[in-house]
């Protein structure tokens, strides 16, 4: 019996290890900060709204020491490099499903309610794909992120806001523990620390091949007119992205497989305008685009540059995963391909 049994199992191992050498699929990991403006981003600390002098690169240390020599950053716009929403809200929900599912569906996707998007996401189609089905994965701190991206209609497994962690492991029951007990000072809205651990455990123990990450500090902070911890927030998610890409480049799974993008759901006022956001606030629907890993070219800090809009994102996406996604109102976009910046 043990000389049946044996031979049995070598072959189903062989078959396992061949499938995993004959997997070229590529890796995406996609993180957003909710409501960080351009201006923080390539200019560092306001210094209408701040005494202290930061520069970009104290805010943001590992975007500026490793995304300029991996790839590129668009959205400097004192350098003639733009990018802007699309749809004319300029909040979260519309922000996320232009993103997400490529068009500004102005006449149906008008507020921030805990409401599903009838659009179908770029994220649902890669579920939908042999090659990624079950390894699409959200994790977001803002409940209404699951259903911006339609993790409803169960194709893509998400957790936000005070959902428990997608992967079955101890370290994740005991964040969902400490969750429980912790404070819920924004409601629908979970500190970003959980949602980077629950999505770093994920990587760790289920490598997703597209994982999405939604954070959202900086937004809730700057609502409550806390430069300050705007700043904080926007240290705190750096060194995140930073934890993320050192994860994955350190596991041969994701190793020189992986692209990354980051990029955010709106801009905000400038001066006293800085807490708002929306369409009576000038500057909040300017946004920012980077790109790096696999496949991305090293352009670093672009200028000179087409104008973009957030509506592209979706299919650059879908060019990243080689799927083919079109929007819901029919219209194909091209995806972000910044040339190299005029010297």
């Known amino acids: 019996m043990k000389r049946i049994i044996f031979p049995v199992l070598l072959s189903l191992l062989l078959a396992v290890v061949s499938c995993e050498k004959k997997d070229n699929a590529p890796r995406l990991v996609i993180i957003t900060f909710d409501g960080l403006r351009w201006v923080e981003l390539f200019g560092g ?91 699409v994965m959200v994790y977001a701190s803002w409940r209404q992120v699951k259903h911006a991206v339609g993790c409803e209609r169960g194709v893509i497994p998400g957790s936000s806001a005070y959902d428990p962690g997608l992967s079955d492991t101890e370290f994740t029951r005991l964040l969902d523990k400490m969750q429980e007990g912790m404070p819920r000072i924004w409601g629908g809205e979970r500190f970003d620390a959980f949602t980077y651990a629950y999505a770093l455990e994920s990587l760790r123990k289920d490598h997703p091949k597209v994982l999405y990450v939604s954070l959202g500090e900086t937004d809730e902070w700057a609502h409550a007119r806390r430069y300050d911890r705007y700043l904080s927030s926007a240290r705190a998610t750096d060194a995140f992205i930073r934890g993320i890409v050192e994860t994955c480049e350190a596991d041969p799974f994701y190793k020189g497989r992986t692209t990354y993008l980051v990029t955010t759901d709106h801009g905000r006022g400038y001066g006293n305008d800085f807490p708002l956001h929306g369409d009576g606030s000038p500057g909040s629907g300017e946004t920012f685009f980077l790109a790096f890993g696999r496949g991305i070219p090293v352009l670093g800090e672009v200028s000179d540059a087409p104008d973009y809009k957030n509506r592209q994102i979706a299919a650059t996406i879908a060019e990243i995963l080689d799927i083919d996604f079109v929007p819901d109102n029919g219209i194909r976009q091209e995806a972000i391909h910044p040339e190299r910046p005029i010297e």
């Open 45 to 135: 600390a306001d210094s209408t709204l701040t005494d202290r002098t930061e520069p970009r690169d104290s805010i943001f240390p590992f975007i500026w020491s490793y995304v300029p020599e991996h790839g590129y950053l668009l959205g400097n716009r004192l350098l003639g490099s733009k990018v802007d929403m699309s749809n004319r809200f300029w909040f979260s929900y519309p922000g996320y499903s232009e993103i997400f599912c490529g068009y500004a569906d102005d006449g149906r996707i008008t507020s921030n309610d805990a409401v599903p998007n009838p659009n179908t996401s770029v994220l649902e189609v890669a579920g939908r794909d042999p090659r990624y089905a079950g390894r």
